[in-house]
């Protein structure tokens, strides 16, 4: 009886090697990537990207094999990093960060300088600080997701509620003016909202809220169809309650899971297009910098000072990480 025991721990002693030895091999490519600067840009970036998956594919390997099967290591990577990104960005103003909002207080900094201890990121042509435009940046980012799902997400879940309800006329002017939303490019549609509206971050949310609208409104109007068949809603009704609290009371609460899960894959979306307008010169204004006119700004110099594109990593592993942990949570609402 022994044997089979003995044979089973002699196997895990090389799963764990193997396992510590990917976390390694890692650490060594990222090391390299970091220290080697008179490499070409393009293979330390290859270096890093190859660098970071062997790490994580070990580590996740070791966290499994401590934790359990059951135990997924990028869900709390995704919240821990979506935690460091918010807290990050609420207590910009106490971070002690160099200079990298006001041009004029960089006058003596150098301009495009190389990541160094002073500046981890480096500075941008202006000589600010690209690791504090980052942070910054990252409150326009949020605030725009956010806000943007905030205002869609309840004209659009009140919309389509009330139209699954009443129906008639009222469901067909609802859809007829989610058709009319519909039906404009989304690209045009913000393009013209942002010829009209000063380009602040109040109005951004507002345009992209409005440009959400159709999706809740569609979203909450199949939901609260099949709600409104039920037979606690019917019984509600026979009941003589009102229609406020058979949409608030009985409908609202069991749509709701559905409406906030796709809410969190909207907030990723909004984000990216946030970043799109920035880009194009759409969004907020320099010298307030978000994550997207920092990246069209490194545009024209990202082959000799790769380090500009920077904000493209915090870009992409917020919308990453919101989109795993929407996919998690929508994984534990189909499994119950």
């Known amino acids: 009886m022994s044997l089979p025991l003995a044979k089973a721990g002699g196997a895990r002693v090389p799963d764990a090697a193997g396992r510590w030895a990917l976390v390694l091999l890692g650490a060594v490519l990222v090391g390299t990537a970091l220290s080697t600067p008179m490499v070409l840009p393009a293979v330390r970036l290859l270096l890093g990207a190859l660098g970071l998956v062997f790490a994580y594919a070990g580590a996740s390997r070791l966290l499994r094999a401590r934790f359990g099967p059951g135990f997924d290591p990028g869900v709390w990577l995704a919240g821990t990093w979506l935690a460091a990104i918010v807290l990050a960005a609420a207590t910009a103003d106490l971070l002690p960060l160099p200079e990298s909002l006001d041009p004029s207080e960089a006058l003596t900094e150098p301009t495009y300088a190389a990541p160094s201890a002073a500046h981890p990121l480096g500075t941008d042509q202006y000589g600010l600080d690209v690791l504090g435009q980052i942070i910054y940046g990252a409150r326009v980012s949020l605030v725009v997701g956010l806000g943007g799902v905030l205002i869609g997400g309840t004209v659009g879940t009140l919309l389509g509620l009330t139209a ?7 469901d067909g002017a609802v859809g007829w003016g989610t058709d009319v939303l ?3 490019p989304p690209l045009v549609l913000l ?11 109040r109005n951004i949310c507002l345009a992209l809220g409005i440009l959400v609208i159709p999706s809740f409104v569609r979203l909450s109007r199949a939901a609260g169809l099949k709600v409104a068949g039920q037979p606690f809603v019917l019984t509600a009704r026979a009941m003589g ?10 409908i609202l609460p069991n749509i709701l899971p559905s409406v906030l899960s796709y809410a969190l894959l909207v907030v990723a979306i909004l984000i990216v297009a946030e970043a799109s307008l920035s880009f194009l010169g759409l969004s907020v204004q320099r010298p307030a910098p978000t994550w997207g006119n920092m990246i069209a700004e490194a545009e024209a110099e990202f082959q000799t000072h790769p380090f500009l594109l920077a904000p493209a990593v915090p870009l992409f592993l917020t919308v990453y990480s919101i989109n795993r942990i929407g996919d998690f949570l929508r994984a534990g609402k189909e499994g119950d």
């Open 182 to 184: 519909l039906s404009f």
């Open 164 to 170: 699954s309800y009443l129906r008639g006329r009222v």
């Open 241 to 250: 309650a009102t229609r406020r609290r058979i949409l608030f009371r009985e």
């Open 191 to 201: 393009m013209a909202l942002a010829a009209v509206l000063e380009p602040r971050t």
